[in-house]
């Protein structure tokens, strides 16, 4: 079983900045994609943001020029930049890692999410 754990999210004036952080533990053999997806009351769960473990990103063009994503492969834990921060940013935030466990079958987990609301 693989579990994530996010954390860094937190309430935050219009143009402000925070740092998410999701790290996998459990028995991996190895992480492919990581990402973060988000959910605003009343809508879908959108991807965010996905980095593969070759470092390759990929963003939702809403945050582009905004957020940066990146992971440590040794801590296999994810990172979410947010800089310039706007009320339509205001969301849950989900991490989410697909991979391979030690004993082969591959996972897919999530983090139970973190509240990022941008207000002044």
């Known amino acids: 079983q693989v579990q994530l754990v996010d954390t860094g999210g937190g309430l935050v004036q219009p143009g402000g900045s925070l740092r998410l952080s999701c790290a996998a533990s459990g028995s991996i053999f190895s992480i492919d994609a990581m990402g973060w997806y988000r959910q605003a009351p009343g809508k879908q769960r959108e991807l965010v943001a996905v980095?593969?473990?070759?470092?390759?990103?990929n963003y939702v063009d809403s945050v582009k020029g905004r957020f940066t994503i990146s992971r440590d492969n040794a801590k296999n834990t994810v990172y979410l930049q947010m800089n310039s921060l706007k009320p339509e940013d205001t969301a849950v935030y989900y991490c989410?890692?697909?991979?391979?466990?030690?004993?082969?079958?591959?996972?897919?987990?999530w983090g139970q999410g973190t509240q990022v609301t941008v207000s002044s």
């Open positions: 989410h890692a697909m991979g391979t466990t030690a004993w082969g079958p591959t996972f897919g987990s």
């Open positions: 980095i593969t473990s070759g470092g390759d990103t």
